[in-house]
């Protein structure tokens, strides 16, 4: 057994799960050169939903956050989450947008493209696949991890057998509901590696208690690489604590071979990053406990905390428990997809609706509809024809990949915006997220006149934005 390799998720999905992406730039910078000695096998830095929060919230541009950590870090390879078809927004998009975010991706310092879709329909991973591998870079398909009467160890095992031959390099179980438990993952583990070649990294979530436990039997089971988060942005909806896996191994077959001294130096930089976002209500302590209903109702943290707030938007927060018997109903009539963006907000969202309008369907989103008819791929059952009828009416359902029905996007894109452009990258902004991406512009090119200004005449009061 070699050393089993550490991917650290703290600048990326551990304060994504904690604090909802809101780590700045400025704070990950005079860290990096220490976590470059660590020895990781990698560090998550982007994707996910660093994108959208730096643009939306943060007042950053997402791809000069990936030079500057690329500048920073010299020696350990930088990992992003992709979501398939969708890049990091929240629909479809033209081939010709997300071959060149993946080469725009790689360019700018990304070695390692963990590409997952929400339905695990390997159509919507094909063209991301071949983009990265035409780039370069390393392909990590992922396996969206659910459980439903419908998915079993061996489903994902052929699952992954799938993705080898579409050309990955690795295979990655992505748990993003903390709902693997170690047994499980034991044997999921040994199905991939019977049915594949390929390397296998195990990516889980704390907030049912489980993550760490769950990590040993994967590695004990042949798993070749575990994320992990260093503690002070651990545990809660984040991953298992970094220490803590690194001196479990320690001196036994799968020792990682990372110094605890060196990890020190992290764990010692982010303590104060912690308190100043506990202090801030930002980082909310009811994350960091074990939250056993995740189990019960096989929905992801995340989840559950949108059901709460959307029921207490509308003044019904005593329905919780008519909308959590809800969730399994409408994700069975949806075809079982697994609850992960952006399926995990449409089936949540509907089923609150059912609840709330007193009638089941009364009202229907339009992203429920499209989830029926096809638009975001094949769902892992396919949904009664019938149920179907009563929703969208006779509009015939796509049986096709969805984004071979999409013309290519970019050269519009380009043509909408060029008082803008300022780098390559900025069409890619606008392609995700298009309103936002013009807020962000516009601060931009008043921050840039207002520093010309101070540089023409000093005694000028205007300052950047």
Not at 22 to 31: F, G, K, V
Not at 210 to 233: Q, R
Not at 441 to 451: Q, V, W
């Amino acid at each position: 057994m070699a050393k089993v390799g550490i991917t650290e998720t703290v600048l990326r999905d551990s304060h994504q799960s904690l604090i909802a992406t809101r780590m700045r730039t400025e704070e990950m910078l005079p860290i990096l050169g220490e976590m470059d000695k660590v020895g990781y096998h990698s560090l998550e830095a982007w994707g996910g939903a660093t994108f959208d929060a730096c643009l939306r919230f943060l007042n950053e541009d997402p791809w000069d956050r990936l030079r500057k950590i690329r500048a920073h870090v010299k020696n350990t390879k930088l990992q992003m989450l992709f979501r398939g078809q969708n890049i990091l927004g929240y629909r479809h998009y033209a081939d010709d947008v997300v071959e060149y975010f993946v080469q725009k991706s790689i360019a700018n310092g990304i070695d390692i493209i963990r590409i997952f879709d929400a339905l695990n329909d390997a159509r919507n991973l094909e063209t991301a696949v071949k983009a990265t591998k035409k780039e370069g870079g390393h392909v990590q398909a992922a396996i969206s991890y659910t459980i439903s009467p419908v998915d079993s160890n061996e489903k994902f095992a052929e699952y992954a057998k799938q993705l080898e031959e579409m050309g990955a390099d690795s295979i990655c179980i992505k748990d993003m509901a903390g709902l693997l438990t170690p047994y499980t993952a034991y044997d999921l583990v040994k199905a991939i590696k019977a049915k594949t070649s390929l390397p296998v990294q195990v990516h889980t979530h704390y907030t049912s208690g489980l993550a760490s436990m769950t990590l040993l039997k994967a590695i004990e089971a042949g798993a070749d690489v575990v994320d992990c988060a260093i503690s002070p942005m651990a545990m809660g909806t984040s991953q298992p604590p970094t220490e803590s896996i690194v001196a479990t191994l320690a001196g036994t077959p799968y020792d990682t071979g990372i110094d605890l001294n060196q990890l020190d130096k992290v764990t010692q930089y982010f303590e104060p990053i912690r308190e100043k976002y506990i202090k801030s209500g930002l980082l909310d302590p009811k994350v960091l406990s074990v939250n056993i209903k995740t189990l019960i109702y096989q929905i992801p943290g995340g989840m559950y905390s949108n059901l709460i707030s959307q029921l207490k938007n509308a003044g019904k927060s005593d329905l919780l428990p008519e909308v959590l018997d809800e969730v399994p109903r409408v994700r069975a009539e949806a075809g079982y997809p697994p609850l992960v963006t952006p399926t995990s907000q449409i089936v949540g969202t509907q089923a609150v609706m059912n609840i709330v309008a007193g009638e089941r369907y009364k009202l229907v989103t339009n992203e429920f509809k499209a989830l029926l008819r096809g638009e975001y791929g094949r769902t892992p059952v396919p949904i009664d024809p019938e149920f179907r009828r009563s929703i969208i009416g006779d509009v015939e359902p796509i049986t096709y990949r969805p984004a071979d029905a999409l013309k290519p996007e970019l050269d519009t894109l380009r043509a909408k915006i060029p008082q803008y452009i300022e780098q390559d990258e900025d069409v890619l902004t606008y392609a995700l997220f298009e309103q936002v991406a013009l807020k962000f512009f516009e601060a931009r090119k008043a921050a840039k006149y207002n520093l010309d200004a101070n540089a023409a005449d000093p005694n000028l009061k205007v300052h950047p934005v």
